[in-house]
């Protein structure tokens, strides 16, 4: 395993005195093999703090997570990889891996296996809400708490944005395979994921979408991605296990959402309380990556709350 520290605060200039450090965290990233996947993260905190795990999704990385990662450092061990498919994480093409959600499980299972993960809180959001809620179901011991950041899992999340991608499921044409093709996995297509229910788009950071849509042009991650679009039904009908699991389980639960999203409603963080009656439930004025506009109030509601819950 190599690894690159990449400090996300610079020592004082003091005439070559180290005394005075900065208080942010160092970020280190990181490779790891992992069901024959070479998993990239972004890792920060103490080795023994309680974890957290940050699950992003489409069409991002962890790289989404690199405002919100020393902000939680300085009590938890954070650690946030890159799905299958997504960011930096390296695929053998011997390894003919298939792309679909159960897999992307079954990886970041390895992953935490690999780390020595035993506990851990999850942050779910977008792809990363039945990646993390796959964990759960196999493991529910291992999961201390859940922030659902925009991460749906009840039909009455699912916006119409989600029109096309049904159709691909009711009848997944070659057409209808392409309408999604030059519809959504477009430098437009992922700009507007970014900014669409934003009040000020220009607020966005530029390089966020900009990365993902230079990621998404690498040869044959149209194909994964249009594959995973396919797969996501799957997701829909794991709805009824993991509404069992959080009945019985009754994990802590923040859901924390971007009003403005076009996919996942506010319907669907407040269904997370017909079944985790204590869960918590605050909305922000923005869109589906809400982080990208409010780190502060998403960092500071994850604080407060994980200060209690990972603690029970």
């Known amino acids: 395993m190599s690894d690159t520290t990449a400090r996300t605060g610079a020592k004082a200039a003091t005439g070559g005195n180290d005394l005075h450090k900065s208080s942010v965290p160092s970020v280190t990233i990181k490779r790891i093999e992992a069901d024959g996947v070479q998993v990239f993260y972004r890792a920060a905190g103490d080795p023994s703090a309680p974890v957290v795990l940050l699950l992003h999704g489409f069409p991002a990385s962890s790289f989404m997570?690199?405002?919100?990662i020393p902000r939680l450092a300085d009590k938890y061990r954070v650690i946030a990889p890159d799905l299958p498919g997504f960011g930096f994480t390296e695929v053998p093409a011997e390894r003919r891996y298939v792309y679909t959600f159960e897999h992307l499980a079954r990886t970041i299972e390895a992953f935490t296996q690999a780390l020595n993960l035993s506990r851990y809180a999850i942050y779910v959001f977008d792809y990363g809400a039945p990646v993390g809620f796959r964990l759960a179901i196999a493991h529910p011991e291992r999961i201390t708490a859940i922030v659902s950041q925009n991460g749906n899992a009840y039909e009455e999340g699912l916006g119409d944005a989600w029109g096309p991608i049904r159709k691909y499921w009711a009848s997944p044409t070659?057409?209808?395979r392409d309408i999604l093709r030059q519809s959504v996995l477009t430098e437009g297509g992922t700009r507007w994921q970014y900014v669409h229910g934003v009040g000020?788009?220009?607020s966005v950071p530029p390089e966020s979408y900009t990365l993902d849509t230079a990621l998404l042009e690498r040869p044959g991650n149209k194909e994964i991605q249009l594959d995973l679009f396919s797969d996501y039904q799957s997701n829909v009908k794991l709805y009824p296990k993991f509404h069992e699991y959080f009945?019985?389980?009754h994990p802590p639960l923040l859901a924390i959402w971007g009003k403005n999203d076009p996919f996942f409603l506010?319907?669907?963080a407040e269904a997370y309380r017909k079944d985790i009656p204590s869960a918590?439930?605050?909305f922000l004025e923005t869109g589906h990556f809400a982080i990208e506009t409010h780190v502060e109030e998403i960092s500071s509601a994850m604080k407060d709350f994980l200060e209690t819950a990972v603690t029970r």
């Open 65 to 68: 997570f690199r405002e919100l």
């Open 174 to 176: 070659p057409e209808n």
């Open 200 to 202: 000020n788009p220009e």
């Open 247 to 249: 009945r019985k389980s």
């Open 266 to 268: 506010p319907s669907g």
């Open 280 to 282: 918590k439930v605050q």
